[in-house]
């Protein structure tokens, strides 16, 4: 059990150097550096260009291959991820922000399985009920708002709760304010600055697993060992939790690893309106300023979330199903 | 498709047919055709009714919403900017004088031709690998799994971003990118039904009679998917106006002198409470398309599957 847990584990950590390392190659392929060097004033040769980006190893006249072994070695070695096309080492501009995006990733996927499992739990013992078809029809809504728009909206309904119920504690912009000093302070500061963002990526992730809860558990209340459960004398909620639940469970715990890819996506357009230095918020920079080393090393940041999200998946099935465990 | 669905239509041996005629004797429903029966069971369905009524109005909004405004997208009215709506503008102005009216017809014009052509595109890719690996079977099927695989774990919302920074800006180029880069989810759907198909009576009746594998997957495989690539058409509309919308948004997608729904959503980001009028015109229009979409893909779920409760309405055909 512990053995087959692991060989998924090293599975999927091979996919995440294949994945970042072919990132690499797109990254190098459609990232021009040259070009933010192009307008500066006075004009540089091409030549001029490709020497000042030669000391970070961007230079295009080196073959790419060449210039991927140079970085692969570095990573491996000094844990080194390159620098940018200015020469700012990559490793200062992540490590802070990825803490960021990582609480903001993590604790949305948290709450959107708790809400989305427990509504789709709640709902379908109650199926065609008020609250389901009531909940259906927000979750439906929901589903297909575009994360800007949610995000935007999120934003209009706190600065109207801000100025018209006389709220304070919603902040709207930024991951921290610059005056607060302490330990704890600071902690509270940025925890009242995570509420939205987090509310916003709950809100968006939630309903998958809403939708999907409800009908799993619907197909798995009607099954035979529900009925055996009831029979005994279970009440329908036993029956439900102990029961019902566990098997319904497993396809959800196994689809929460492709969900993080969604929430950190979500994460990318939520920190760009809400204006936070994370993660997703630096991929954009990376990409606008054509810098290859930030922008890989935001994927493999990525892919190494789906991993953790999956390993993770991968213990609670083994947990959920007995048939892994004896296998 | 039609081969799997039309037995049980005409000629099931229905034990309890004797009783319907007897309570509904007047349309006799062994005589129905397949399409009458599907287009009865979808319209049976009111909020996919209502889904086809919104998304027909869209399209009749982005076709011919422009005769009844003198302003183009382009043209610079100076003599009012950010302006709410009113009389002149009727969905008010933006900072650079631009009719909101004039740009969202526009805008949504756009993002429903990039919306339709890319998932029907994506559609006709993802059913071609996703039956070809599934009949090729062996090497071939594990290659394109691990190609899927690999681009579900990094976010393809990355790559696309890297991708379309460079190419895009152009709409027709969006679409492919927008293509290559959005089979795969679907892809992998249709290959693990399409394993189940591979093994049916009739691909080894037709394997055994010489037809070839090009021709099995095409005639024999993919048109037993019908139900299944439709509903998918609908929903993929849906997903593409979405990731077109936050490409968009963040500027990798349509770029300026163009507008499309997105990039207006982008615009109105700035002054949500100074000028909410354009923000929320953009907004309302790409809710209405995407759930008008989803309400039709649920209604042909629900008509297309021969074992649904929900479009049956309770045994009913």
């Given at each position: 059990m512990v053995r087959s847990v692991l060989r998924k584990a090293a599975g999927w950590v091979l996919m995440i150097v294949v994945a970042t390392n072919a990132t690499f190659f797109l990254a190098s392929w459609f990232l021009d550096p040259r070009s933010n060097f192009r307008e500066l004033r006075p004009v540089r040769s091409e030549?001029?260009?490709?020497?000042?980006?030669?000391?970070?190893?961007?230079?295009?006249?080196?073959?790419?291959v060449h210039r991927w072994w140079d970085w692969l070695t570095s990573v491996v070695l000094h844990f080194d991820w390159g620098k940018s096309p200015t020469g700012v080492p990559v490793n200062g501009e992540v490590g802070y922000r990825a803490l960021v995006s990582a609480e903001l990733v993590l604790v949305a996927t948290i709450l959107s399985v708790v809400v989305g499992v427990a509504l789709g739990v709640y709902t379908a013992a109650r199926q065609y009920g008020f609250?389901?078809?009531?909940?259906?029809?927000?979750?439906?809504?929901?589903?297909?708002?575009?994360?800007?728009?949610?995000?935007?909206?999120?934003?209009?309904?706190a600065i109207w709760l801000n100025q018209h119920a006389g709220l304070r504690f919603l902040y709207v912009a930024g991951e921290n304010s610059p005056d607060v000093t302490g330990t704890l302070p600071v902690i509270g500061d940025r925890l009242l600055h995570l509420i939205l963002p987090t509310l916003t990526l709950t809100l968006m992730g939630y309903v998958g697993y809403h939708l999907t809860q409800r009908s799993l558990l619907l197909d798995t209340l009607d099954a035979d060992f529900v009925r055996t459960a009831r029979a005994t004398g279970l009440t329908c909620g036993q029956?439900?939790?102990?029961?019902?639940?566990?098997?319904?469970?497993?396809?959800?715990?196994?689809?929460?690893?492709?969900g993080i890819p969604a929430i950190f996506t979500g994460?990318?357009?939520?920190?760009?309106?809400?204006?936070?230095?994370?993660?997703?918020?630096?991929?954009?920079?990376?990409?606008?300023?054509?810098?290859?080393?930030?922008?890989?090393?935001?994927?493999?940041?990525?892919?190494?979330?789906?991993a953790i999200g999956a390993i993770l998946a991968d213990i609670a099935t083994v947990f959920l199903d007995p048939r892994v465990r004896v296998s | 498709m039609a081969t799997d669905a039309t037995p049980h239509a005409p000629s099931r041996p229905t034990s309890d047919a004797p009783?319907?005629?007897?309570?509904?004797?007047?349309?006799?429903?062994?005589?129905?055709?397949?399409?009458?029966?599907?287009?009865?069971?979808?319209?049976?369905?009111?909020?996919?009714?209502?889904?086809?009524?919104?998304?027909?109005?869209?399209?009749?909004?982005?076709?011919?919403g422009g005769r009844f405004t003198s302003y183009a997208y382009t043209d610079a009215d100076f003599t009012a900017l950010t302006r709410p709506p009113g009389a002149a503008h009727w969905f008010g102005t933006n900072q650079g004088g631009d009719d909101i009216y004039a740009c969202a017809v526009h805008g949504l014009q756009r993002s429903l031709v990039i919306a339709v052509s890319v998932s029907v595109l994506t559609i006709v890719v993802a059913a071609l690998v996703g039956a070809g690996a599934a009949y090729a079977g062996g090497r071939v099927e594990r290659a394109t799994l691990a190609l899927v695989h690999f681009l579900l774990i990094v976010p393809s919302f990355l790559v696309l971003a890297l991708v379309s920074h460079r190419l895009a800006g152009d709409w027709r180029v969006l679409i492919v990118v927008l293509t290559v880069f959005g089979w795969m989810p679907t892809a992998r759907v249709i290959w693990s039904v399409s394993t189940s198909l591979r093994e049916r009576d009739y691909v080894t009746a037709a394997r055994f009679m010489g037809v070839g594998p090009l021709r099995i997957v095409l005639r024999h495989i993919i048109p037993n998917l019908g139900s299944l690539l439709i509903v998918n058409l609908t929903l993929g509309v849906v997903t593409t106006v979405l990731s077109e919308t936050a490409l968009s948004f963040l500027g990798f997608g349509v770029q300026t002198p163009d507008v499309s729904l997105g990039t207006m959503l982008a615009d109105g980001a700035g002054t949500v409470t100074s000028a909410p009028w354009l923000f929320a015109f953009p907004a309302g229009l790409v809710v209405l398309l995407t759930v008008s979409m989803t309400l039709i893909g649920d209604g042909l779920r629900d008509a297309l599957d021969p074992t649904s409760v929900t479009g049956s309405a309770g045994g009913r055909r």
């Open positions: 030549a001029q260009i490709d020497q000042a980006l030669a000391p970070y190893g961007l230079d295009p006249r080196v073959p790419v609250a389901d078809r009531i909940s259906q029809a927000v979750s439906i809504a929901v589903l297909n708002v575009p994360t800007s728009v949610a995000a935007l909206a999120v934003v209009f309904v029956a439900i939790r102990r029961h019902a639940l566990r098997a319904a469970l497993i396809p959800t715990a196994a689809s929460v690893a492709f994460a990318v357009i939520t920190e760009t309106v809400f204006g936070w230095n994370g993660m997703g918020r630096y991929f954009i920079q990376t990409i606008a300023k054509n810098d290859v080393h930030g922008a890989v090393a935001t994927a493999a940041f990525a892919a190494a979330l789906t | 009783a319907r005629t007897a309570a509904r004797p007047a349309p006799q429903p062994a005589e129905l055709g397949l399409g009458r029966l599907y287009l009865r069971r979808f319209v049976r369905n009111r909020p996919a009714v209502a889904g086809v009524v919104i998304f027909l109005l869209l399209v009749l909004f982005s076709a011919f």
